[in-house]
């Protein structure tokens, strides 16, 4: 083999290694393109599920903040009518109360008022000697029907003739008027107590108000508004 020979083989060898590499270069171009293309889109996916995590969470956000407002008005719109409707009930009272103060001023219902309340509460106490609290301005009125008072519980109770003092130091309340600026009145009635103090029966007209208005709320209620709230 002359030296034209070796030389004309050795290009041949050189173009053919050049073209392998020149081929394994392109694979591995292509290969890393779309090796790049995968990894791309994979990251590209994964920031799409980011956002769309971050719209669902800001979106349950907005839902809830949503839901305590409305609650937190509908709330606020209950209290008003609970409000209101307490308004109504004490403007109720108030005229209740009213109407009781009427009574006093009628003597003769008044003291049949006040010997019926006295009766009541000796019935209740059972005590053979009791202290009477009242107004000042019942005392004449309440002297005028102690003995009656007396004779009726002891026959309802068949029992003895009670000892009934009135309390002429502490006195109830006066009722409410302009010369009473006071947040204390009594609109009338008695307190009788055990001579000890360690029992007492509250029977003034306004504590019998009271008890009334207690008892009968829910059906006051019932009554003026149609469905009681609770």
Same mark, same amino acid.
């Given at each position: 083999?002359?030296?034209?020979?070796?030389?004309?083989?050795?290009?041949?060898?050189?173009?053919?290694?050049?073209?392998?590499?020149?081929?394994?270069?392109?694979?591995?171009?292509?290969?890393?393109?779309?090796?790049?293309?995968?990894?791309?889109?994979?990251?590209?996916?994964?920031?799409?599920?980011?956002?769309?995590?971050?719209?669902?969470?800001?979106?349950?956000?907005?839902?809830?903040?949503?839901?305590?407002?409305?609650?937190?008005?509908?709330?606020?719109?209950?209290?008003?009518?609970?409000?209101?409707?307490?308004?109504?009930?004490?403007?109720?009272?108030?005229?209740? *109360?009213? !109407? #009781?103060?009427?009574?006093? +001023?009628?003597?003769?219902?008044?003291?049949? &008022?006040?010997?019926? /309340?006295? %009766?009541?509460?000796?019935?209740?106490?059972?005590?053979?000697?009791?202290?009477?609290?009242?107004?000042?301005?019942?005392?004449?009125?309440?002297?005028?029907?102690?003995?009656?008072?007396?004779?009726?519980?002891?026959?309802?109770?068949?029992?003895?003739?009670?000892?009934?003092?009135?309390?002429?130091?502490?006195?109830?309340?006066?009722?409410?008027?302009?010369?009473?600026?006071?947040?204390?009145?009594?609109?009338? *009635?008695? !307190? #009788?107590?055990?001579?000890? +103090?360690?029992?007492?029966?509250?029977?003034? &007209?306004?504590?019998? /108000?009271? %008890?009334?208005?207690?008892?009968?709320?829910?059906?006051?209620?019932?009554?003026?508004?149609?469905?009681?709230?609770?």
């Amino acid at each position: 083999m002359n030296n034209a020979d070796v030389s004309k083989q050795i290009q041949q060898m050189v173009r053919f290694i050049r073209q392998e590499a020149e081929e394994k270069a392109n694979e591995i171009s292509v290969s890393a393109e779309e090796e790049f293309n995968i990894e791309k889109l994979q990251l590209v996916e994964a920031e799409k599920k980011k956002i769309r995590q971050e719209y669902e969470r800001k979106e349950k956000q907005v839902e809830i903040r949503k839901k305590i407002e409305y609650s937190m008005q509908l709330n606020a719109s209950r209290i008003k009518v609970l409000q209101a409707q307490d308004d109504v009930v004490d403007s109720m009272k108030e005229a209740a *109360g009213k !109407v #009781l103060l009427k009574a006093g +001023g009628d003597h003769h219902v008044y003291k049949k &008022l006040l010997k019926d /309340l006295i %009766v009541q509460s000796l019935l209740r106490l059972k005590e053979p000697a009791v202290l009477l609290r009242c107004r000042k301005d019942d005392v004449h009125l309440l002297k005028s029907v102690l003995d009656s008072a007396g004779e009726e519980y002891a026959q309802k109770a068949n029992v003895h003739l009670p000892a009934i003092e009135i309390d002429q130091h502490v006195y109830l309340p006066p009722a409410p008027s302009h010369n009473n600026t006071s947040d204390l009145f009594c609109s009338g *009635g008695v !307190v #009788l107590a055990s001579q000890d +103090g360690k029992i007492v029966c509250e029977n003034t &007209l306004d504590a019998r /108000l009271d %008890v009334v208005f207690r008892k009968k709320l829910p059906e006051i209620r019932k009554w003026l508004f149609g469905q009681v709230v609770a």
